[in-house]
Structure formats: structure tokens, C-alpha cells
């Protein structure tokens, strides 16, 4: 590479933040006292004193020379550790650095270490470590990484840190998480163009609920929801608790109630492309500059404008995480015996149904039918739940096979 390596977001005031946590800023000359720690001895390299494959010798009948006197009590744990004073921003061998990914670029990482932004290499060893997911590492991510030796090389990430939260979606056989270390997912849908999909939203809802994350649903585009079939969306989320807000980021209806979600809390925004993901956080933050796109008029649906997800750091002092949007959501981690624990408002209900393993799509005594003839579930969230059930049964059924 050319000159020193550049983040995607200049003018953005992620750069050179601590982003640990997620929205604790801390300041960049904040002195970090040192804590002590056991970690393992250094490999050795060398060649062992003797060898020891005994057993080979023996079967071709070599004469085995050992030690007349050989200790072989087994030692502490402690006896095999050693004590090191580690700063808070380094791994216990002093050679990592510690940073958030805050974008990917191709098979890149940009990561902030709370001084500067480097750009890194993933360690081949740590993909193939983590290959049944698309890659390894993800916006949002904490990792260890090796810094650049000089100012036009790129770093190399070594480890992932166990991720508090994650948002996760199939491509395939193979896991892709869009987001990692974020409170809330932002599910945005549009009153139109492209129409609303509330199969589409519950798919997200349950990647989100599995994920350790709290749902939104945001309804976009209200200005054009002649009809009110995306109020009354709206309306259904709310009387669950996810929100259920309605904004226009052409008319500036709801985005100071979709601002104020955003306060002291990570998010992450996920939909369809073209809901207006973009354009909504242009209106939130005036002069951010993201990019935004058209709607294809021959297929109603967006076209792709945000290609990566990116981490963002707001002046309302929070952290958003802008994906490009995907016109499907497979959640096939989820069980087809476990998908009613993902509709929460199912929760209540299911005890009272006469058998102990109903589906609640064609038993009777069913309670939670029940519920959605009388009015206390929505039919629209029953579809949903009947729909995936079939799906992940099929699946299932498949791999069985």
C-alpha cells in the first residue's frame, strides 16, 4: 500500500476514541495503571534433551535407555505460571494491542486501539480456527491485534475476544454476523417503495432476541403510507415493546423519537436496502454524508448503496453500525421447537395448551390459537410464526435424512 493507511470515515469522530464498551469514551492521555497476571511459560523451541517415542523403539526391538531416577510428580498449576504487569491495553505477553473494528474492507479490518485507527490483516490461523462463519471477525468486534512495524504497513489481528452480543444471519451453511458488542438492532422498514415485510422484520427481531440484543422496529417512509398499513405495523410492534416508531427522513416526522433511541446505547441498523437506513442518519446527524440511493422502479425494491457495515460514533454520543441492507434473513440457528420462545407475547399462553409439545399451528386445545382468534396475538405475527416453523421443520427434516 501506498502512504499510510486511511479509515473509510474521515471527518467522522470515531477516530482516535476509546470505543471500549461501546459508548464510554475515554480520554486518549488517560494514564492506565498496570495489573498483574499468571500466564503460561514462553514455548521452548529447542530440541527436547531426549527423545521420547519409547514406544516406536520397543516395537523394532531397540534397547531403550532411560534415567535410573526420574521425577515425575506432576506440577501446580501455579508452578507452571509466571507473574507480568500488563497494561490495560495490552494481552498479558506485552506485544498485542487491544482495538474495536470499526469497518471491513475486502480482507481488511480497521480497528481502533483509542489512538489512531490501523488498518490489519486477519491471522490465517484464526480463519481457519472460525470457518464455519463467513469471517472471522466483524464490525464491532474487540480484538488482539500486532500493530504495523512502520507507518505504511498494515497490522494483524490474532484473536477475537468473546463477544457479549451479536446479531447473526445464514449464508448458506456458514454463519455471517453483521454486528458484534451492540446493545439494540434498529430493524428499519418502509410504508413503500419498497412495500413492508413483517415476516422479514420478526426474522430479524428473533436474530436479535437470540443474539443477546434488544429489537427496535422502525417504520420509514410514513409519509407515503397512504393506506395506514404501516401505522398499523407500527402499532402491532409497539404493543408488543419493540418500539414501533414511524419517521420520514423526507419530512422530518419521528426523528427526534428515533434520535432519542439512539442515547448512551450502541445499535445497530439492519433491513431491506432502500428503507432509508442511510438517509435516517443523515436527518439524525446533519453533514454525516452517508451515501443514499434510488429505488428500482421495474422491481420496487432499493439498490445497494451501503456496501459494508461501518461504525459510526454520533455527536448525541452514541455508536450506530451502518449494514448494507439484504432482501432475505435466515435465522436457521434457531430450532423449529424453539422458535415460540422468540415470540413473546406466545410466552403467556403456552402453558394452557393441551399438549405438552404443541406447535400451535393445527392442534386443538391450542391456547395460543386461542389467543390469536380473540385478539390478544396478532394474526399477522401467528403467519410468521407458522411460516418458520415450516421452514426450519423442513430444513430439519432434510439434514435427518
Wanted: overall charge positive.
Amino acid at each position: 500500500m501506498n502512504g499510510p493507511p486511511q479509515s473509510s470515515l474521515t471527518g467522522l469522530p470515531c477516530r482516535g476514541h476509546n470505543l471500549d464498551g461501546m459508548g464510554k469514551s475515554k480520554g486518549q492521555n488517560a494514564r492506565r495503571a498496570g495489573r498483574k497476571v499468571r500466564v503460561d511459560f514462553r514455548a521452548n523451541r529447542n530440541q527436547p534433551s531426549r527423545a521420547k517415542d519409547w514406544t516406536r523403539l520397543h516395537r523394532d526391538g531397540q534397547e531403550i535407555e532411560t534415567s535410573a531416577v526420574e521425577n515425575v510428580a506432576t506440577k501446580g498449576d501455579l508452578s507452571r505460571k509466571r507473574t507480568v504487569i500488563v497494561s490495560e491495553d495490552r494481552t498479558a505477553d506485552g506485544e498485542h494491542l487491544v482495538g474495536t473494528v470499526i469497518a471491513l474492507r475486502g480482507q481488511f479490518a480497521e480497528v481502533d486501539d483509542g489512538q489512531r485507527v490501523q488498518l490489519c490483516t486477519i491471522r490465517r490461523v484464526l480463519r481457519t480456527r472460525l470457518i464455519h462463519q463467513r469471517a472471522p471477525v466483524t464490525v464491532g468486534d474487540r480484538v488482539q491485534f500486532h500493530p504495523a512495524s512502520d507507518a505504511t504497513g498494515e497490522g494483524v489481528i490474532e484473536k477475537v475476544e468473546p463477544r457479549r452480543s451479536e446479531l447473526i444471519r445464514f449464508a448458506g451453511r456458514r454463519e455471517h454476523v453483521v454486528a458484534a458488542n451492540i446493545d439494540q438492532a434498529m430493524i428499519v422498514s418502509s410504508a413503500d417503495l419498497p412495500p413492508p415485510k413483517p415476516h422479514l422484520i420478526d426474522r430479524y427481531i428473533i436474530s436479535a432476541l437470540a443474539g443477546r440484543m434488544r429489537p427496535v422496529v422502525c417504520m420509514n417512509k410514513i409519509d407515503l403510507d397512504a393506506g395506514g398499513q404501516a401505522r398499523q405495523i407500527a402499532a402491532m410492534y409497539a404493543s408488543i415493546g419493540y418500539g414501533g416508531i414511524c419517521t420520514s427522513a423526507a419530512s422530518g416526522e419521528g426523528i427526534d423519537a428515533f434520535r432519542e433511541v439512539f442515547h448512551g446505547k450502541s445499535t445497530v441498523l439492519a433491513g431491506q436496502s432502500g428503507v432509508g437506513k442511510s438517509s435516517l442518519l443523515n436527518a439524525v446527524q446533519p453533514g454525516l454524508g452517508l451515501r443514499v440511493g434510488d429505488i428500482c422502479e421495474e422491481t420496487a425494491k432499493g439498490r445497494h448503496t451501503t456496501t459494508t457495515a461501518q461504525l459510526l460514533r454520533l455527536e448525541i454520543g452514541a455508536y450506530v453500525v451502518d449494514t448494507p441492507g439484504v432482501r432475505s434473513f435466515d435465522v436457521t440457528m434457531i430450532p423449529a421447537g424453539q422458535i415460540e420462545q422468540f415470540f413473546e407475547e406466545f410466552v403467556p399462553f403456552i402453558p394452557d395448551c393441551k399438549f405438552a409439545d404443541c406447535t400451535h399451528r393445527h392442534e386443538t386445545g391450542c391456547a395460543v390459537k386461542q389467543a390469536v382468534e380473540s385478539g390478544a396475538i396478532h394474526p399477522l405475527r401467528h403467519e410468521s410464526y407458522t411460516r418458520l416453523y415450516d421452514e426450519r421443520f423442513d430444513v430439519q427434516s432434510t439434514m435427518n435424512r
